[in-house]
């Protein structure tokens, strides 16, 4: 007779799957509804509807409204913020990658000093 297996005392099958029963694996409880309110949303809204809600933004962004303007912005070229970390970690990473070439050996120079006696 051999032992039960980890997996039968997690509620997970063989595979690591969630078995059938599991009470930790069962899911959203909400996501039957917001799919539900999804689907009526999309229902009710039409690509027209979207041109003129979205022409209605962009004629309050060039009215000046910045609210508007940051989230046309936004949604078409991305969040500032995350545009200046990527800017700054490509800047980092420019300044590392020179920095090591500074500090690199000659061809075939040993790199921690000796006299090449191996």
Do not use: C, W, Y
């Amino acid at each position: 007779m051999s032992d039960p297996s980890p997996a039968e005392h997690s509620g997970r099958d063989a595979k690591g799957r969630f078995g059938l029963g599991n009470r930790i694996g069962l899911g959203n409880p909400h996501a039957k509804k917001i799919g539900q309110i999804r689907a009526a949303l999309m229902n009710a809204i039409k690509a027209g509807d979207i041109r003129v809600a979205v022409k209605a933004l962009v004629e309050q962004a060039k009215g000046g409204d910045r609210f508007a303007l940051a989230e046309l912005l936004d949604r078409t070229i991305g969040r500032a913020i995350s545009m200046d970390i990527e800017e700054r970690l490509t800047r980092l990473e420019t300044l590392l990658a020179e920095r090591d070439s500074e500090f690199r050996a000659p061809d075939s120079a040993p790199r921690f000093g000796g006299n090449g006696d191996g």
